[in-house]
């Protein structure tokens, strides 16, 4: 069985970073790409950004590009956002979510999502 | 980006109505269109994939159907456990990009 489980939410101050993870389990992490999508409060779904199996092919969506940075390590089966430079418009809960198949824009799995607060 | 927009943004139904959903993108996707549901204080669920494959496990009264720029998601008799929020997402090119939502609630 899949399982994705976010972690790392919480308060921070506008300015101020944040690191989230994303354990995997129930399917060959190596070899899939994953994602991050987030839901602000009451708003509807933001795809976010995405990693290939590998890593080396990465995706950013424009209204976080240079200030969040997704990386993974295959060896703990673990995704990571690190998020600089917040602002409140960035207060969301974020899913980590995984491909049905190897179309990365199918997202079949989803986490049960971490809240991020930015707020002074 | 490609836009997705979705109609109506909000609808009452009773359960056993036959409640369609649609979904318009700003230029083709051709097939490329996803749809989920999502109930409050949870992640969504993909329903649909490839505008008209169903996700296994999603029960037989959820079916989608389109192309190009037109798509529509049809429940064919409304269960208690259907209202929810639904979601349309292309992913035909990069980034991709959502619908508004739909919440389907109770008449």
């Known amino acids: 069985e899949v399982q994705l489980l976010e972690s790392g939410g919480g308060l921070v101050q506008p300015g101020g970073s944040l690191r989230l993870s994303c354990a995997a389990s129930?399917?060959?992490?190596?070899?899939?790409?994953v994602s991050w999508v987030r839901q602000a409060p009451g708003k509807g779904l933001e795809w976010v950004s995405s990693?290939?199996?590998?890593?080396?092919?990465?995706y950013y969506a424009d209204s976080v590009k240079g200030r969040f940075t997704i990386s993974r390590d295959n060896s703990k089966n673990t995704l990571y956002l690190q998020m600089n430079s917040l602002s409140a418009e960035d207060t969301a809960v974020y899913y980590c979510?995984?491909?049905?198949?190897?179309?990365?824009?199918?997202?079949?799995?989803w986490g049960q999502g971490t809240l991020v607060t930015v707020s002074s | 980006d490609i836009q997705m927009t979705q109609s109506p943004s909000s609808l009452s139904a009773s359960v056993g109505d036959r409640v369609t959903i649609t979904c318009r993108a700003s230029?083709?996707?051709?097939?490329?269109l996803n749809w989920f549901q999502q109930k409050p204080g949870k992640a969504p669920e993909l329903l649909i994939y490839?505008?008209?494959s169903l996700q296994s496990g999603v029960p037989s009264r959820f079916s989608g159907s389109g192309s190009g720029t037109d798509f529509t998601l049809t429940i064919s008799s409304l269960q208690p456990e259907d209202f929810a929020t639904y979601y349309c997402?292309?992913?035909?090119?990069?980034?991709?990009?959502f619908g508004g939502g739909t919440k389907v609630d109770i008449k």
């Open positions: 230029q083709s996707i051709t097939n490329y």
């Open positions: 490839a505008a008209s």
């Open positions: 129930g399917f060959s992490f190596s070899n899939s790409a």
């Open positions: 997402q292309q992913g035909y090119s990069t980034p991709p990009t």
């Open positions: 979510a995984k491909p049905l198949s190897s179309d990365w824009y199918v997202a079949g799995y």
């Open positions: 990693i290939s199996g590998s890593g080396g092919s990465i």
